[in-house]
């Protein structure tokens, strides 16, 4: 795994794309997060979630001779699983899940640092709080929070993303900050939503892994 790390995502696609399939695993996990918190924030269970980023690694992996490089590579994965999610939402036979729909050990998890009885019974109260809020704020600004301060986007990459103005990336975000400061940015910060679990990295790696394996087998015998 450290020899994928000391690669770019350029000299990883190369050698994806020229057979060695291999090492789209390093992509699959530095990107896990990223999608993952997509999902999420779209209001998606855990399992939905984790069942969309497959599916978005998959089409990324079909698609790779498609990316023209116009934009980074980051920029066109998350506009993969944003369309997933869009379609997804679309069907008529999808049924949200509330919060109190989801395991309790399927949920993101704060980070716990300390080993501090009272902290991690407010930490666990606390993340009901923040997570109930974000789902209550209208999508569009949902989000553009999540790609802008979850994502680290910049305002034009996420204007491209959503197809809309920069202003108006400015003005949502600003909206979405303004219903979640008290509860988030007291004592927390922003990055600590919707954490993807390493436990969960695995997994995904695993099944995508299998699911291209096919892919790439399927293309060699035609």
Aim: proline share 1%; aromatic share 10%.
């Amino acid at each position: 795994m450290n020899q994928l790390e000391d690669l770019s995502d350029e000299e990883i696609l190369n050698r994806v794309i020229a057979g060695e399939k291999f090492y789209y695993e390093g992509i699959i996990r530095k990107y896990n997060p990223y999608l993952y918190k997509v999902g999420r924030t779209y209001n998606y269970s855990h399992e939905d979630t984790q069942d969309l980023m497959q599916d978005t690694f998959v089409d990324a992996y079909k698609n790779l001779s498609n990316f023209e490089k116009r934009s980074s590579f980051k920029t066109w994965i998350v506009r993969i699983m944003l369309n997933n999610c869009y379609h997804k939402s679309r069907k008529s036979s999808f049924i949200k899940e509330t919060n109190q729909d989801l395991e309790e050990n399927a949920k993101p998890m704060f980070s716990q640092s300390e080993n501090n009885t009272d902290k991690i019974i407010h930490q666990h109260e606390l993340k009901h709080v923040i997570e109930d809020a974000l789902s209550r704020i209208p999508e569009k600004y949902r989000m553009v929070f999540s790609l802008r301060e979850m994502n680290g986007f910049n305002v034009a990459e996420t204007a491209k993303l959503l197809h809309i103005t920069k202003g108006n990336v400015k003005v949502r975000l600003n909206r979405s900050k303004a219903i979640l400061r008290n509860e988030i940015e007291k004592n927390y910060t922003l990055e600590e939503l919707f954490d993807f679990n390493l436990i969960y990295c695995d997994a995904i790696v695993k099944n995508v892994m299998k699911r291209i394996k096919v892919l790439y087998n399927e293309r060699n015998n035609q």
